[in-house]
Nanobody
């Protein structure tokens, strides 16, 4: 069994900053990729940023230059530093991990956190 637990959401004024954290735990053999997605009311869930074990990152165009994703491989934890927040960043942010469970040797699957609300007031 695998759990992803997010923290760090909240209410912030436009132009402010927040840092989200997500820790993966349980029967994990290897984590290939971790990332953040977000969903606003009436919209589909969208990619925010991902990072693979080697450190290569990928960002949505809308957050490039403002958000930074990082990862602690030893702790299976991913962070999202969000700066210069805008009202359009308001959403529920979901942590995602693509990983292989113990004992290993199987295919990797996607796991999701429960989501954390980020609200940016203008």
């Amino acid at each position: 069994q695998v759990q992803l637990v997010e923290s760090g959401g909240g209410l912030v004024q436009a132009g402010g900053s927040l840092t989200l954290s997500c820790a993966a735990s349980g029967s994990i053999f290897r984590v290939a990729r971790m990332g953040w997605y977000r969903q606003s009311p009436g919209k589909q869930r969208e990619l925010v940023a991902t990072i693979i074990t080697g450190g290569t990152t990928n960002y949505a165009d809308s957050v490039k230059g403002r958000f930074t994703i990082s990862r602690d491989n030893a702790k299976n934890t991913v962070f999202l530093q969000m700066n210069s927040l805008k009202s359009e960043d308001t959403a529920v942010y979901y942590c995602n991990a693509k990983l292989t469970t113990l004992p290993g040797g199987g295919s990797s699957n996607d796991y999701w956190g429960q989501g954390t609300q980020v609200t940016v007031s203008s």
